[in-house]
């Protein structure tokens, strides 16, 4: 992934002045050790400051976290911490910050050795919530060195895409598909996520495409492609106009994205894109999300913007997929029922045309768009990558704003399924627990369009984390709820 920010997550640690010194000196170190024996040693840096007691302290270890070009902050209460310096420090550091405490060692050394970071935890979330500044809390945030160290390590992820948001813009070609009103929501909340938003007319993207006829770099694009495609090399007639269409998409990139760090597209495919461009741009929208820049399908906004929050947390390709139809009942008694512990309503297909990474897919093919080919000829609808999406743990999910620019989030688990599809495009069986439900009374409730991003492997804590931190009402965080848990809308009766 080469659009993401590297974290480096800058450890201070602090201290009460009635409180012995040693003992957030000695437990910083013992975290330091912890976490380089199990992780990464270049996420973290140790502040050298000594140990903040103090606002003077405060203000020097600020300026030496900043100097080491630390992004990202743990404040590491050793022992009970001073309440104002601590939050002052999380106050005036520009980037994402977390909290978490000592635990007590033995109860050998219940004396002298009582550090009361259990309590001191209650007066740092307080004054953070004085001062209106948020920080990322630990479901349980009191350990040992071993336990904070993971604590630390959960929220590189986390800091990661609270980075990249607030240096990212997301660019878009043309206004969203005649009954795509979907995926329209106002921009109002990308700016107050730190997002910018560059909007484009297809008619501009359309004019950048002809000026990169003859592009001398078109033919190692093909050759690269090729390689990609191996025996699904079935089109390729289409891989010149395609590899012209890529290059035109990264040195758009490259012009545009000024003062910002990463970038994310949110492009236009369909209905005037086939027959003036003369293929259909699934594939290279594949092949750029495969390297970190997501491209999202039918000017989805906030369906790019998801997808760039699952990259950064996953560190890995994403797609955005159709929650698209469900699953006939003969398949689920053939290939699913006694055979994985889902009903027939937990299950569904995740499609799209041909846009998730060759990477993600079982088997990969370079097709047709058999939807569009049905009004238009076929060779202007190349350039679907289609397959079966690789079996294992996915979390589907999706930030939105509402129509009245509200901002709200979903979350759910789940995997695909190791079921043949026997269907087209880029497409998979998938399967969440409680889906039925999920898909009554939070995705058609609350009106969320048909899209929804999609990270492979399960990510629900980290992105749960991230749409807190970024302030979604955590009434509008929604999951797949266990039947214990009824969703209000739901009937009782039934």
Known sequence: MNNIPKIKLGIVAVSRDCFPESLSVNRRKALVDAYKAKYDASDIYECPICIVESEIHMVQALEDIKKAGCNALCVYLGNFGPEISETLLAKHFEG???????????????CGGRGDAYCGMLNASYNLKLRNVGAYIPEYPVGDAEDCAKMMNDFIPIARALVGLSKLKIITFGPRPLNFLACNAPIKQLYNLGVEIEENSELDLFESFNKHEGDARIPDVVKDMEAELGA????????AKLAQYELTLLDWVEAHKGYREYVAIAGKCWPAFQTQFGFVPCYVNSRLTGRGIPVSCEVDIYGCLSEYIGTCVSDDIVTLLDINNSVPKDMYKESIQGKFDYTLEDTFMGFHCGNTCSKKLSFHEMKYQMIMARALPIEVTNGTLEGDIVPGDITFYRLQSTADAKIRAYVAEGEVLPVATKSFGGIGV???KEMGRFYRHVLIEKNYPHHGAVTFGHHGKALFEVFKYLGVPIEDINYNQPKSLPYPTENPFK
Do not use: H, R, S, Y
Not at 96 to 110: G, I, R, W, Y
Not at 233 to 238: A, G, L, S
């Open 96 to 110: 994402p910050k977390m909290f978490c405490a000592a635990a007590e060692e033995t109860q050998n050394d219940l």
């Open 430 to 432: 998938f399967a969440i």
């Open 232 to 239: 699904g090399n079935k089109k390729p007639e289409v891989l």
